[in-house]
């Protein structure tokens, strides 16, 4: 029994020769690269977008998918890495992006029409290579569309990506990668400020004419392999607690707001003016 254990197991080590070097040792789990998204409270609650994995991002319209693409680019460009975004609705505006501090000469725009087309496109920009940062946004595609789109093309997806440096990022309104994405995030916005009339300081309820000033927002940890939870006993399990898959952050219209925010509560507060008295008539 031994010797025909033996000549299998040596049979299959000489057939998996030069594609798999150690089949029957366990390899032991290497946590990926991760980059930061821009986003304090969301990269110190996810650790930040993988590296060689397929990352999902899903909510409904108005959740803040878009905000954290420019906020991701953004990140990418300034540190002078390519980028590439496949637009399968063509609903990109470039000039919203760079005000939020994109570098558009280190972003590959392309626009497609049709989820046919927008896959074709991600299939090339894979295979070819030398993209650190590749987004495919389906989010404004029908819904019934995206439904459709067979599961071996994420898994084809998240083979070519793998072992290589890629970022590779799907905005959607719906999960489709599931179980292919090894980070899978669920947006939604919580509650929002509007900018008053010219000149008020305060926010006032959303009426014709005002602007979006400040939102809150709130992201769910669908499924995440960069966070193992240990096994506890049938006897102590407990409700989990939100905290540990959920996190709320702030999304502002200026993009360097939360920054001026922190340096002005860092700056020592300014003295007030002394009231002049007035002498009576």
Partial sequence: ?????????????????????????????????VVPTGIAALDEFVGGLPRGSLTEIYGPPGSGKTSLLHSALA???????????????????PGTSQLSGVF?????????????QAFR?????????GFGFVVLDIADAPVRLVRKVPLNVWFRLRRTVENTSTILLVLSEESNAKT??????????????????????????HTPGCVLKEAAHAAEVVRSLLKYR???????????????????????????AAQKLQLESLLPAKPRPKERKQNPG
């Fill in 1 to 33: 029994m031994r010797s025909s254990t033996a000549s299998l197991r040596l049979h299959l080590e000489s057939a998996l020769a030069g594609r798999v070097p150690s089949p029957f040792r366990l390899r032991e789990a290497i946590p990926p690269v």
């Fill in 75 to 93: 990140t990418r460009t300034c540190a002078s890495e390519a980028c590439a975004l496949v637009d399968a609705q063509d609903a990109f505006d």
């Fill in 104 to 116: 558009l000469s280190k972003l590959l725009w392309v626009r497609s029409h049709g989820l046919e």
């Fill in 121 to 129: 496109c991600l299939d090339v920009l894979l295979q070819g290579g």
């Fill in 180 to 205: 292919c994405a090894s980070l899978v995030l669920r947006v939604e916005r919580e509650a929002a400020s509007w900018s008053g009339p010219p000149g008020s300081t305060t926010a006032v309820p």
């Fill in 230 to 256: 240990r096994p506890q006993p049938i006897n102590q399990l407990r409700f989990a607690d939100s905290s540990e898959t959920n996190v709320r952050f702030s999304l502002y219209d200026d993009p360097y």
